[in-house]
Each structure stands twice: as structure tokens, then as C-alpha cells.
């Protein structure tokens, strides 16, 4: 497995960095993460971002099991 570090992606990140950072399709990333009203977003204009903040702390507590 390929370790992913912080430092390789930007602090504001589109959906298919996103979707990347988390080794996933796009279509997922929106159907399970992006669709979820938890996970924040920050807005520039109409165009929606995401911090690696964010997304690892959903992804924390959103676990099963």
C-alpha cells in the first residue's frame, strides 16, 4: 500500500482529489461522503472543497464496528 502524506495534496482539495486522496471513485466519493450532511465543505463561489482535516475526521467517525 502506498502511504499518502498530507504535504502531497493542496489544503483545499476538489472532489477528484478528494476522491483520490481516499483511493476511491468520484461516483463514490458522492454517494457516501459528499452526499452525508456531517461532511463540511467550504465554498468558493459555487464550487465546493474539502480540507484533508475534514475528510480524515469523517472518516474517523463514521467507522463501523
Given at each position: 500500500m502506498i502511504q499518502k502524506t498530507d504535504n502531497q495534496y493542496p489544503h483545499l482539495l476538489t472532489r477528484e482529489l478528494a476522491s483520490k486522496y481516499l483511493g476511491i471513485d468520484p461516483k463514490s466519493f458522492d454517494k457516501y461522503i459528499r452526499s452525508n450532511s456531517d461532511f463540511k465543505r467550504f465554498m468558493i463561489g459555487n464550487q465546493e472543497?474539502?480540507?484533508?482535516?475534514?475528510?480524515?475526521h469523517f472518516i474517523k467517525n463514521h467507522l463501523v464496528g
Open positions: 472543497r474539502y480540507t484533508l482535516e475534514e475528510i480524515n
